[in-house]
């Protein structure tokens, strides 16, 4: 089965930009979160949705954004983009339920300059 | 704020040794644990996962659980140069729409 696929795997964009990030989950998992990851703060949620439905948003700026397609898969926005947004911004797909594990893609590297 | 708290580390142990990587965490509510392992410049794996108290074994691992201390942990039996990498422990919200980590626990396995 193949895993959850996350595209671009590198990018790099300049402050004020916008950007979109793309996530295919793994075959049969309909729920898809949104993480970032920096050194300083390690993992944070974003967001995840699930039926074309954002069921829950974490701490971030509403220059974030965020959607699911009805096949599942799954695209997040960064608008008016700062320093601060440079991390490694990671997909994770996973079975409906509070005891499924999330699945995580390779990760998107975003620099912003 | 519901939190996730790990040592940071580094964890250094002898090859062969017993790792013990630990964690606590603040919603007494939860009931879904997750030991994840990151290697440097990759993405987190799942290892263990955990719902009710006591132990569970896979293989070298064991993972810990114990909801009245809000305490979970993960033993590394006979550890290898290999398991040289972060431990991000994690816990689910009740809705089971997220998953809170902690900032990890970095181990360093000496041959």
């Known amino acids: 089965k193949a895993g959850v696929t996350q595209t671009p795997r590198y990018l790099i964009k300049t402050r004020g930009q916008q950007v979109t990030l793309s996530c295919s989950p793994i075959?049969?998992?309909?729920?898809v979160s949104w993480y970032q990851q920096t050194p300083g703060q390690g993992l944070q949620f974003l967001f995840e949705?699930?039926?074309?439905?954002?069921?829950n948003k974490g701490n971030f700026p509403g220059r974030f954004s965020g959607r699911q397609f009805s096949n599942s898969r799954s695209e997040m926005n960064v608008s008016t983009l700062e320093l601060g947004d440079s991390a490694l911004y990671l997909c994770a797909s996973s079975l409906v339920g509070e005891e499924s594990p999330l699945h995580f893609g390779n990760g998107t590297r975003l620099t912003v300059t | 704020q519901k939190e996730v708290e790990q040592n940071s580390g580094p964890l250094s142990v002898p090859e062969g040794a017993i790792a013990s990587l630990n964690c606590t965490y603040s919603?007494?509510?939860?009931?879904?644990f997750f030991w994840y392992r990151q290697y440097s410049g990759k993405s987190p794996e799942l290892i263990m996962s955990i719902y009710s108290n006591g132990d569970k074994e896979d293989g070298r691992f064991t993972a810990q659980l114990n909801k009245a201390s809000q305490y979970v942990s993960l033993l590394i039996r006979d550890s290898q140069p290999s398991d040289s990498a972060t431990y991000l422990c994690?816990?689910?919200?009740?809705?089971?729409?997220?998953?809170?980590f902690g900032k990890g626990t970095t181990l360093s396995v000496s041959s």
């Open positions: 994690a816990v689910a919200n009740q809705a089971g729409t997220a998953l809170i």
């Open positions: 075959s049969g998992h309909r729920s």
């Open positions: 919603d007494r509510v939860s009931q879904s």
């Open positions: 949705y699930f039926s074309e439905t954002q069921r």
